[in-house]
């Protein structure tokens, strides 16, 4: 009987893992120093983290490293799900940012827009990057079935 893609990771190597850690936690830093929820001296919020930014920064974070590690496969198969995996980084990054720290949010529709347009949309933002992520996760452990050692 096949496996459910996503329950395909519990069969996975210890390799895999020992990637997916790192990258977990490489996911977390590149998307939370620039969008602040990582305190740092580079960057600042207007507006306070909330419950849900921390959330979806935490689901993403863990997903992409999770797809991260997928592609130390061995596979002479096309990398597929790399369009879904930087759909979803790049979203996940409009989530969890601060709405008046995007600049080009902010030049299109103002400050007063930021916080009264986007600033509601960010949950949404969330789960279609969340979205984006399982799929390329699943597309990709879809393509790893049956090539599972890692270089």
């Not at 009987?1 to 895999?16: D, H, K, N, S, V």
Request: with cysteine; hydrophobic share 55%.
């Amino acid at each position: 009987m096949m496996l459910e893609p996503i329950g395909q990771l519990r069969q996975l190597p210890a390799q895999y893992w020992l990637l997916a850690v790192p990258s977990t936690i490489g996911a977390a830093v590149l998307t939370g120093i620039p969008t602040a929820i990582v305190p740092n001296p580079l960057f600042t919020r207007m507006v306070p983290a909330g419950p849900l930014n921390y959330a979806f920064w935490a689901v993403t974070s863990v997903l992409l490293g999770l797809v991260a590690a997928t592609y130390f496969t061995k596979s002479h198969a096309p990398m597929i799900g790399e369009g879904k995996v930087a759909g979803g980084g790049i979203l996940s990054i409009l989530a969890v940012g601060c709405p008046v720290c995007n600049k080009i949010v902010v030049l299109i529709l103002g400050v007063s827009g930021a916080l009264t347009y986007f600033a509601p949309l960010q949950p949404l933002i969330g789960l279609i990057s969340v979205a984006l992520l399982v799929y390329a996760l699943r597309l990709r452990l879809r393509q790893m079935r049956g090539v599972c050692p890692v270089r």
